[in-house]
Nanobody, 130 residues
Framework: QEQLVQSGGGMVQAGGSLRLSCAAS????????VAWFRQAPGKEREGLSC????????YYKDSVKGRFTLSRDGATNTVYLQMDSLQPEDTAVYYC???????????????????????WGQGTQVTVSS
């Protein structure tokens, strides 16, 4: 059965770091775009970053650029989101998700359109205290 299995997350103080993992079970990320979204209480789910399973090219939302780093391990079919300099406003449930890759991250225009992604991980809580 195909699924996305998330791990990592937890609670950290402001300025700290966390690493989230998203593992593919039953398939390979090679022909997918893997993205991370987050949803804070009372807010819309927002896209943060994505990576191409074909060439490891990445895209970041401005608000996380320079603080978050996305990487992929092809051997273990796992994508990692390294989050540094975390702030209380980063508190949210974080989700990984995928879409089929056609050519590149910009297949359909802006890479982090939520409507492009239909298959989601279970979510993991990240809490940053001040």
């Amino acid at each position: 059965q195909e699924q996305l299995v998330q791990s990592g997350g937890g609670m950290v103080q402001a300025g700290g770091s966390l690493r989230l993992s998203c593992a593919a079970s039953g398939f390979s990320f090679d022909e997918y775009v893997v993205a991370w979204f987050r949803q804070a209480p009372g807010k819309e789910r927002e896209g943060l970053s994505c990576i191409s399973g074909r060439d490891d090219s990445t895209y970041y939302k401005d608000s996380v650029k320079g603080r978050f780093t996305l990487s992929r391990d092809g051997a273990t079919n796992t994508v990692y989101l390294q989050m540094d300099s975390l702030q209380p406003e980063d508190t949210a449930v974080y989700y990984c998700t995928i879409r089929l890759l056609v050519h590149n991250l910009y297949d359909y225009g802006p890479p982090l359109q939520r409507s492009l992604f239909r298959f989601w991980g279970q979510g993991t809580q990240v809490t940053v205290s001040s």
